[in-house]
């Protein structure tokens, strides 16, 4: 089975500092990962995936298949960062396992 | 294209009635998946429909809910009889094969069940 555990219900930070929301995973075939985030009243949204390797707003993601993590990072963290982060796996891409939910509070 | 549209944005009643939530998916999409937030429980996925076909109910809590997808523009999950611990948002997402995990949310449906 899968499943996708985001250790921090609460991640709270200065504007200004780093930022690393944690991510680990158990899944037995190949995974793709995925971060999704959710702003104050707004839908959820793709933030970004691993196979893109890309940098999104800043944020960057590495998946690490040794530790089966896939945390996401930022060096300084904005205000307009503040938003509810959940990390998901897709097995063969059809459904998705998300993780609880890290909800990231950057203070001015 | 307005994204994904799902009514009623909020949902208001009384233990027992039957409540139905509604779901438009982006035009051209053929993955339709149904998913419950809760504080409790995070998202969970309830089911999802591939070409209106259900492919996976096991996320379906119990025999009180249920769910169509009479065409590829329309589906619904209805709770009968509904109870307080169904209270939680309920979001509705569509995809197109192929793009891997990418799925385009709704702006969900909190119910509230008193």
């Known amino acids: 089975a899968q499943r996708v555990t985001q250790p921090e219900k609460l991640l709270s930070v200065f504007k200004g500092a780093p930022v690393e929301l944690k991510c680990n995973y158990s899944?037995?075939?190949?995974?793709?990962l995925f971060w999704y985030v959710q702003y104050s009243r707004q839908r959820l949204q793709l933030l970004l995936r691993?196979?893109s390797r890309e940098s999104i707003k800043g944020f960057t993601a590495d998946l690490n298949k040794g530790e089966t993590s896939f945390h996401l990072k930022k060096p300084f963290a904005q205000e307009e960062d503040s938003a509810m982060y959940y990390c998901?796996?897709?097995?063969?891409?059809?459904?998705?396992?998300f993780g609880g939910g890290t909800r990231l509070m950057v203070k001015p | 294209d307005a994204g994904v549209i799902q009514s009623p944005r909020h949902e208001v009643t009384e233990m027992g009635q039957e409540v139905t939530l509604r779901c438009k998916p982006i035009?051209?999409?053929?993955?339709l998946f149904w998913y419950r937030q809760t504080m409790m429980r995070g998202l969970e996925l309830l089911i999802y429909?591939?070409?209106?076909?259900?492919?996976?109910d096991s996320g379906m809590p119990e025999d009180r809910f249920s769910a169509k997808m009479p065409n590829a523009s329309f589906s619904t999950l209805k709770i009968q009889p509904s109870e307080p611990r169904d209270s939680a948002v309920y979001f509705c997402?569509?995809?197109?094969?192929?793009?891997?995990?990418?799925?385009?949310f709704g702006p969900g449906t909190r119910l509230t069940v008193t």
């Open positions: 899944y037995s075939g190949s995974p793709e």
């Open positions: 997402a569509s995809r197109i094969a192929g793009t891997g995990g990418e799925q385009y």
């Open positions: 691993h196979i």
């Open positions: 035009s051209g999409h053929d993955y």
């Open positions: 429909f591939n070409n209106n076909v259900p492919i996976d």
């Open positions: 998901a796996l897709s097995n063969a891409g059809n459904m998705l396992t």
